[in-house]
T-cell receptor, first 118, second 111 residues
């Protein structure tokens, strides 16, 4: 079946531009996560949705970062006024339903969007 | 969140077993031990998880020490496709579902 997809796969932005990164989770998956991965580092948590509700945004590095999932399916991560330090791979992951399996639930990751800010 | 410690890198030859260690001395009683791996230019993928007993699946085996302060991911016959970064992650308590990745272990497999 189809996995998690992300678009675009690569994005080059000039400093100060706004960018929007899209995530299509696995159909029927209730939980959705965004992670940021800097070069040579492990992914770091940004934010979490349960359906359309954003339950945790504690990992968003600044108020320039905004995520939404208005219909509980597709999610968009928006970065306003991009800075060079925003250059990273942005990963999206989905899982069936944390409320039933909790910390045993497997997360399925997309291939990521590689963002380069010049 | 409880922390894990892994070697930065390991090497193996193709078709030989690989034992990837992970130390988690501050693990709590409700923490599950999860392993994910990340192949080059891909997102992480789930490998295996366990709580107290050893676990086996089609990808790997997980051996958990009796005191749960360490665990070992075992790849029984490494292939070139197993070359990846392997992450040992504890999940439990207030962390609900988010994954806290460390640096992981870079596994190199030689033909």
């Amino acid at each position: 079946g189809a996995g998690v997809s992300q678009s675009p796969r690569y994005k080059v932005a000039k400093r100060g531009q706004d960018v929007a990164l899209r995530c299509d989770p696995i159909s029927g998956h209730v939980s959705l996560f965004w992670y940021q991965q800097a070069l040579g580092q492990g992914p770091e948590f940004l934010t979490y949705f349960q359906n359309e509700a954003q339950l945790d945004k504690s990992g968003l590095p600044s108020d320039r970062f905004f995520a939404e999932r208005p219909e509980g399916s597709v999610s968009t991560l928006k970065i306003q006024r991009t800075q060079q330090e925003d250059s990273a791979v942005y990963l999206c992951a989905s899982s069936l339903d944390l409320m039933t399996e909790g910390v045993q639930e497997t997360q399925y990751f997309g291939p990521g969007t590689r963002l380069l800010v010049l | 969140d409880a922390k894990t410690t892994q070697p930065n890198s390991m090497e193996s030859n193709e078709e030989e077993p690989v034992h990837l260690p992970c130390n988690h001395s501050t693990i709590s009683g409700t923490d599950y031990i999860h392993w994910y791996r990340q192949l080059p230019s891909q997102g992480p993928e789930y490998v295996i998880h366990g709580l107290t007993s050893n676990v086996n699946n089609r990808m790997a085996s997980l051996a958990i020490a009796e005191d749960r302060k360490s665990s070992t991911l075992i790849l029984h016959r490494a292939t070139l496709r197993d070359a990846a970064v392997y992450y040992c992650i504890l999940r439990g308590g207030t962390s609900y579902g988010k994954l806290t990745f460390g640096q992981g272990t870079i596994l190199t497999v030689h033909p």
